[in-house]
């Protein structure tokens, strides 16, 4: 996993709170993307940033989720006002950039919503 | 929508067999990226392809990406209990999309 680094690894959260992700690419990288992988499902694209720049997030739900990639510290993903459908694993890769097309995968928040 | 198919879903063979996986989809990508995903961990790169017909060898493992860069195969000789993991394929669209498409994998089983 190359030093993409996700914290926490595992996320208990009950109904109603918020589960804050957080992302640090590889040193170089400007690029991160944000997937989701449900139980028995493949990963799914949620969100594409930059430093200060959110590109696409045409794969994320419009509510409750956002995501950010600030000039200094890690990207977040944060999810308002959890429902038991946001148990999963979230996954976040960083790349060097467009046309760099190698994404570099993080070890994952677990998250679970009781 | 582009969707990647791969099979078998689930593999389980002995220590010295060979084997192969396919992902296959409708659609044309740009390039193709196998990635490797052990329990509990994040997926890991083993090989991008890029030109249709491409072949390229890691060690035991042999990936093709086919010549209308619609599907692409994973062969792997003479299997290790190593090798045992789930194996997914995912493609890039290209024109500007940086999205991969992920299937949802082959789950391998390498018996001793």
């Known amino acids: 996993n190359a030093g993409v680094m996700q914290n926490p690894r595992h996320l208990v959260r009950r109904r109603g709170q918020e589960a804050r992700l957080r992302c640090s690419p590889m040193k170089g990288h400007s690029h991160v993307y944000w997937y989701r992988q449900l139980p028995e499902e493949g990963l799914k694209f949620m969100v594409y940033?930059?430093?200060?720049?959110?590109?696409?997030e045409s794969g994320m739900p419009k509510e409750r989720f956002s995501a950010e990639f600030p000039k200094e510290g890690p990207s977040i993903l944060r999810i308002q006002q959890v429902v038991r459908g946001d148990s999963a694993a979230y996954f976040c890769?960083?790349?060097?950039?467009?046309?760099?097309?190698?994404?570099?995968f993080g070890p994952g928040t677990r998250l679970t919503v009781t | 929508t582009q969707l990647l198919e791969q099979s078998p879903q689930f593999l389980s063979i002995q220590e010295g067999e060979n084997l192969t996986v396919y992902c296959n989809s409708s659609?044309?990508?740009?390039?193709l990226q196998w990635y490797r995903q052990e329990p509990g961990e994040g997926p890991v790169l083993l090989v991008t392809v890029v030109t249709g017909g491409e072949v390229k060898k890691l060690k035991r493992l042999t990936f093709q990406f086919g010549d209308a860069r619609k599907d692409s195969s994973l062969h792997i000789t003479a299997a290790q209990p190593g090798d045992t993991g789930l194996y997914l394929c995912a493609g890039e669209p290209g024109a500007g999309s940086y999205q991969l498409t992920f299937g949802k994998g082959t789950k391998l089983s390498v018996i001793p």
């Open positions: 890769a960083s790349t060097l950039g467009p046309p760099e097309y190698e994404q570099y």
């Open positions: 659609s044309v990508f740009s390039s």
């Open positions: 940033l930059q430093k200060e720049n959110i590109i696409d």
